[in-house]
């Protein structure tokens, strides 16, 4: 049997407002994402492009917070129980609301993992020491300039999977993904036997069975909700639910369409 190639979706929690959000992570899941990683919105989210601030912004407005997150999981985690559910958030928020407290919180709603884009593996170790106590996989971060020696060391302390990011700079839609994407899988690889998902850009069918060839995981982010932003309310489900259908069905590991 061919191996398959994971899906993982992004959606920023409470875009357009929490009772979608809580609507749509079953929906896509039935749809074919294999794992959904949910955004806790921050004033300052440095590593999103624009549509993802936009809908951060939007959430900020409506005063969705890192509680709204938390509950969110902790209301979904019985309706799908199999998924992986991962909180993606800057560390000023998880700071302010207490490491400690964060991190026994979460295993308690039922987190499965904790990325955290604007931490350095050098600075991670108090809050990778309570999410190794709680049971979260602290998800690092790698780009496709990190040196050897950054690989070796940020995979060191790696839980769950490496995000390996297509290009350095900023989330958003792309239509061209890098040609030297394998050679730095392979470099990656080469310090690590956990999966690599590879994000930042993925937007269409042919981005996954390209990744589907050489990672573990696709992760999109900005093309879904760049969705949600172009349909109605009474249109964002399904077109979200289609999406996921095209890019689930566009790939396996030997990048060839699946029956």
């Not at 499965?112 to 309570?130: F, M, Y």
């Not at 300039?145 to 995000?163: H, L, P, Q, T, W």
């Amino acid at each position: 049997m061919e191996r398959r190639t994971a899906l993982f979706v992004y959606l920023t929690a409470g875009y357009p407002d929490l009772v979608t959000t809580r609507e749509l992570i079953p929906a896509l899941v039935a749809a074919g994402a294999d794992a959904v990683e949910i955004g806790i919105p921050f004033s300052d989210p440095m590593a999103d492009g624009a549509t993802i601030q936009e809908s951060t912004f939007h959430a900020l407005k409506q005063n969705v917070n890192v509680q709204d997150c938390l509950d969110i999981v902790r209301d979904l985690r019985d309706k799908i129980p199999n998924t992986p559910l991962i909180l993606m958030g800057y560390y000023n928020p998880l700071f302010n609301y207490g490491l400690e407290e964060f991190c026994r919180e979460a295993s308690s709603s039922g987190v499965d993992g904790l990325i955290v884009p604007d931490l350095p593996a050098d600075e991670s170790q108090p809050l990778l020491n309570h999410c190794q106590i709680t049971g979260i996989d602290l998800v690092p971060l790698l780009a496709p300039n990190s040196s050897d020696k950054r690989i070796e060391f940020v995979c060191s302390k790696a839980m769950g999977f490496i995000y390996c990011v297509t290009v350095t700079g900023i989330t958003g839609t792309r239509d061209f993904l890098p040609d030297n994407l394998g050679v730095f899988i392979k470099r990656v690889r080469a310090h690590t036997d956990l999966p690599l998902g590879l994000g930042f850009g993925i937007s269409t069918r042919e981005h996954m069975k390209k990744i589907g060839q050489i990672a573990d995981a696709c992760i999109v982010g900005s093309a879904l909700v760049k969705i949600l932003q172009s349909y109605s309310k009474t249109e964002r489900k399904q077109k979200a639910m289609d999406f996921v259908k095209e890019l689930r069905g566009s790939s396996n590991d030997s990048g060839e369409e699946e029956s």
